[in-house]
């Protein structure tokens, strides 16, 4: 079985500062990992995955995130906030062999300025 | 990567009634699925269509509610039947594209469903 843990609701930064949303995973044999981020009446928008390679991953926006095989974890980060990054983060695990994502609960991020 | 349109964006229905969604994409894909996203929470797989076989349900999920087709490559409908006030989601279309990384998935805008 599969599954994916966000364990904050909800995070709040201030703009400039860095930001972290947290994820993590449990799936059997290798995971492929995602990020996603849904805008306010948007549909989700691809942020970065993460395959195989460079645990550390570049993706659109200034985001990264770093693979950590050992805690399980897909951590989402930042080093420097905007106020148009508030929205809600999907982590998502696609299980090998299998076509489909499973999601997380979701963060919502709060940029103040 | 794929543009989708989804047909409506969002339709407010009476009890007992059905609506079907339309999903449109901008490319030839095999694997197309259909998630939703009920108020507050996160997304839930309803069923995967691949072009010219029956759509595969997830647990939870059944054909006679959700009834799916998938006449080509390029498109897809999902229709929720019968409808009660539970229904009330956001339904969302979502392809996988082949690329030089692996695969990717993308998702349509949504359908904003309201159950009355």
């Known amino acids: 079985a599969q599954s994916v843990a966000q364990p904050e609701d909800q995070v709040n930064v201030a703009e400039g500062n860095p930001l972290t949303v947290k994820c993590t995973y449990s799936v059997s044999g290798n995971p492929y990992l995602f990020w996603y981020v849904q805008y306010p009446n948007r549909g989700l928008q691809f942020l970065l995955k993460?395959?195989?390679?460079?645990?550390l991953v570049k993706g659109s926006y200034g985001f990264e995130a770093e693979f950590n095989k050992s805690q399980t974890s897909f951590h989402l980060k930042k080093p420097s906030a905007l106020v148009s990054d508030s929205a809600l983060y999907f982590c998502a695990v696609r299980q090998t062999g299998a076509n489909n994502l499973f999601f997380g609960t979701g963060t919502r991020l709060t940029v103040i300025p | 990567s794929a543009v989708i349109s989804q047909k409506p964006s969002r339709d407010i229905c009476q009890r007992g009634t059905s609506l079907t969604i339309q999903c449109q994409v901008d490319s030839q894909v095999t694997m197309m699925f259909w998630y939703r996203q009920q108020p507050g929470q996160s997304l839930t797989l309803i069923a995967t269509a691949n072009q010219g076989s029956e759509a595969t349900y997830e647990s939870g999920f059944v054909i006679d509610k959700f009834p799916i087709s998938r006449p080509n490559l390029t498109f897809s409908t999902l229709t929720v039947s019968n409808m009660s006030p539970e229904d009330s989601s956001i339904y969302l279309c979502?392809?996988?594209?082949?690329?030089?990384?692996?695969?990717?998935?993308?998702f349509g805008p949504g359908t904003r469903l309201t159950v009355l």
């Open positions: 993460y395959i195989t390679g460079d645990n």
């Open positions: 979502s392809v996988e594209v082949r690329g030089a990384r692996g695969n990717e998935q993308f």
